[in-house]
């Protein structure tokens, strides 16, 4: 399939899309993080350089960021493209998917344009398997949404990478998003981005629950084995327990204190 994508991107250019979409249909269907041959990274710049808008943003979650050549020019060549673009739900989420990952290799985070973190607000939805979920949790992108000090952003990728279907990598990871939570979260202010963020965690919370009983099919590229798999789950559980603990600490700590006073003036 790899082999065909250079022709198929070729076709698409010239108005037959068939062979593209036959190529991303069966990429989606794979369920593989990484679907390609990894020696795609040798002509992904000649080939997307000649490729259309819409065939730069549905092929690039496929791609290998981190073995890519040229990969700074790369990464401006795909954010061209994202303002060339309708947008659609199948466009965002490639767009997210693809920043996510570009975000996870640190070296590549000075090349994306600020702009391209606002499509984390349209918040498309992200399939289960995806190499954009699994790594971006990772702590250079937290880092990288930590530096840009919008909350609308940082809730939206809260949003987008707490599910049932991810946990966090690295352990530094996990010291990186509670001090996030805390920095980016508190104030009276952001009391309904914190509830929002709560009934998020309580969801996610609710459905690893539920998965403790029966193993759910879509768990199959997790482990085999049952009892790998409960051990993820509770992994999962017990990081956004935390999360969770995290934001009910900072509405606790925002609320008015209770004086011997106010007690007084209380009408029996």
């Known amino acids: 399939m790899t082999a065909l994508l250079p022709y198929a991107v070729l076709e698409e250019q010239n108005g037959q899309p068939e062979m593209l979409d036959m190529f991303l249909h069966t990429a989606r269907a794979s369920k593989e993080r990484q679907f390609t041959w990894h020696h795609i990274g040798k002509i992904a710049n000649k080939l997307l350089s000649k490729a259309s808008p819409r065939a730069i943003i549905l092929t690039s979650p496929y791609l290998h960021w981190d073995l890519l050549k040229d990969r700074g020019e790369l990464v401006q060549l795909w954010a061209a493209a994202t303002s060339a673009i309708p947008y659609t739900d199948e466009v965002g989420q490639s767009v997210v998917d693809v920043l996510l990952q570009i975000a996870a290799v640190d070296e590549l985070v000075p090349h994306i344009p600020v702009d391209i973190w606002s499509w984390l607000a349209k918040k498309p939805p992200l399939p289960p398997v995806c190499l954009g979920r699994y790594v971006g949790t990772h702590a250079c992108v937290v880092e990288a949404v930590r530096a840009l000090k919008d909350v609308e952003v940082l809730k939206s990728y809260f949003n987008l990478v707490w599910s049932e279907w991810s946990d966090l990598q690295e352990t530094h990871s996990f010291s990186k998003t509670i001090a996030l939570i805390k920095e980016g979260l508190s104030g009276v202010e952001m009391a309904h981005h ?55 600490k900072l509405d606790k700590r925002m609320s008015p204190p209770t004086t011997t006073l106010s007690h007084m003036l209380t009408p029996v």
């Open 194 to 248: 914190r509830a929002e963020l709560i009934e998020q965690l309580d969801y996610i919370l609710g459905q690893l629950d539920l998965r403790f009983g029966q193993l759910d099919p879509r768990l199959e590229h997790m482990q085999q084995d049952p009892d790998l798999v409960k051990f993820h789950l509770w992994k999962i559980k017990r990081q956004y327990g935390k999360f969770k603990k995290t934001l009910l």
